[in-house]
Nanobody, 117 residues
Framework: VQLVESGGGRVQPGGSLRLSCAAS????????MSWYRQAPGKERELVAS????????YYLDFMKGRFTISRDNAENTVALQMISLKPEDTAVYYC???????????WGQGTQVTVSS
């Protein structure tokens, strides 16, 4: 099983980034996919989720309108489009896969997002 994130980097406040997660080794279309983030000294928090068929999404309230999660079950990828980035969005962003049928969950290695002028 692999979850490989990409797309992180440094961006100025107000900028945009698109994170991507490529999945392999499991039945991607049976898993809810999520993005979490962890800032220095803080606990990991859920940013956004999308159900296996992409029919439902969930966002932390203060991220609505700035972050958009999407998935492509044909390509086994999930993306997080982030706009209007703020310094407080600085964190390591992790891709997560959780089975909707079994007690299985997987994590990526994370990608750093730094929002700074």
């Amino acid at each position: 099983v692999q979850l490989v994130e990409s797309g992180g980097g440094r961006v100025q406040p107000g900028g945009s980034l698109r994170l991507s997660c490529a999945a392999s080794g499991f039945t991607f279309s049976s898993y809810t996919m999520s993005w979490y983030r962890q800032a220095p000294g803080k606990e990991r928090e859920l940013v956004a989720s999308i159900t296996s068929a992409g029919s439902r999404t969930y966002y932390l309230d203060f991220m609505k309108g700035r972050f958009t999660i999407s998935r492509d079950n044909a390509e086994n990828t999930v993306a997080l489009q982030m706009i209007s980035l703020k310094p407080e969005d600085t964190a390591v962003y992790y891709c997560n896969a959780k089975s909707e049928w079994l007690d299985r969950e997987y994590w990526g290695q994370g990608t750093q997002v730094t929002v700074s002028s």
